[in-house]
Nanobody, 120 residues
């Protein structure tokens, strides 16, 4: 069982930056791929970014490519999402998740979410 706790959300102006962190506890953090998802009010949850176990592979939603960067530090059991050039449409609750593969349906463990609000 892996427990995930997100932090780093908040209120930021358009064009600003935030870095989200996802601290994992439990065994074998480096056995899991990590993903960041978000859900805006009235919308379905969508994947934002994913990173492989050894961080050699990353993937991004088209809407965030070039603006967001996912990373992980396996020694610290922590994943990160650096968000630059934020837009009001990035406003959502952001969740990190741990999974068996970089497929949306294979994420097994979820954090509680952290709110990101981007003002115009």
């Amino acid at each position: 069982q892996v427990q995930l706790v997100e932090s780093g959300g908040g209120l930021v102006q358009a064009g600003g930056s935030l870095t989200l962190s996802c601290a994992a506890s439990g065994p074998s953090f480096n056995s899991y791929v990590m993903g960041w998802f978000r859900q805006a009010p009235g919308k379905e949850r969508e994947i934002v970014a994913a990173i492989s176990r050894g961080a050699s592979t990353t993937d991004y939603a088209d809407s965030v490519k070039g603006r967001f960067t996912i990373s992980r530090d396996n020694a610290k059991n922590t994943a990160y999402l650096r968000m630059n050039s934020l837009k009001p449409e990035d406003t959502a609750v952001y969740y990190c998740a741990a999974g068996l593969a970089m497929r949306v349906d294979l994420y097994k463990y979820w954090g509680q979410g952290t709110q990101v609000t981007v003002s115009s």
